[in-house]
């Protein structure tokens, strides 16, 4: 991400013109100024550089279980302009959800993470997936059911002589509710619920999570989506079921990526996957590293210099 620098009262035309009292040489016309992008994985502090900037808080997502839902994604936050006070802002991530194997069931919700200070944003970590009844006779299970979270987990798929399961619920302006569990023996787990999309109940795969390509580029720290898109909090798939969702979520016994908030993916033959820990993003626009190379004349650069605004 960046912008055009241009000297307060020269034209770009004026500043490329060699005529003018000579010029610097170099291999770009066209210096820019980077946004300022500050990453936390683990609890910190952090420090402004300009006044207000934006900021995503994505806290830890769900875990799944074998033969189990797919995990919630954890909850998502993303502030524009949000004010940055003088003194520190606390930091802290959530982490993501333990998954587990087969009976005795105890794979667990992520942690919530939070931008402390005076303008504090807070999320919910998502939502554990739902487990089968265990023995499989048993017509209750207070498991069964994805728990509630950011986003929620998904259903765990039941016997047929057992009611189904729902999904868990997700929280306003964070994330999506996760998807039903079948209640028969050829049915399907439900899928964990992402930012932008509830988990579905057949097979399609998590939930889609939060694209925020435009305000801090691609992949770092997550991995690429195709077209280089870099999304967040995505939920886990059910097992035997599809792909994790975009931002993270895991599939077949796969964790969700790592520092995305992606719930975890449940598996049938194998251990369900974790959730991923959270992760807590700045931009500020325009306060990073500048280039200066290109063609400029003296003059320009001579009132740059003095004015103290010429990058190095």
Known sequence: MSTNFLTPGFSKAGQNNLDNQGGVIGPENDPVINDLITVFTSPGTFNRTLTSGTVLVVAGGGGAANRGGGGGAGGARLQTSHPFPSSGV??????????????????????????????????????????????????????????????GGGGGRQFSSSPGSSGGSGSPGQGQPGGNGSPDWSGFHGDGGGYSQAGPSDAQGGGDGLDVTSYFGAPTPAAPEPGSQFWVAGGGAGATTGAGGKGGGGDNGV?????????GGGSYSNPGGAGADGVIMVNEPQAGPARSSGMWNLKAVYTARIGGNWPS
Not at 255 to 263: I, L, S
């Open 255 to 263: 964790a969700g990526t790592a520092n995305t908030g992606g719930g």
């Open 90 to 151: 606390p930091i802290a991530i959530g982490g993501g959800g333990a998954g587990d194997g087969p009976f005795p069931w105890s794979n667990s919700s992520g942690g919530g993470s939070t931008w402390g200070g005076p303008s504090p944003i807070s999320t919910t970590g998502g939502g554990r997936g739902g487990n089968r009844p265990y023995p499989p006779s048993q017509n209750s299970s207070p498991r069964k059911d994805g728990s509630p979270g950011g986003s």
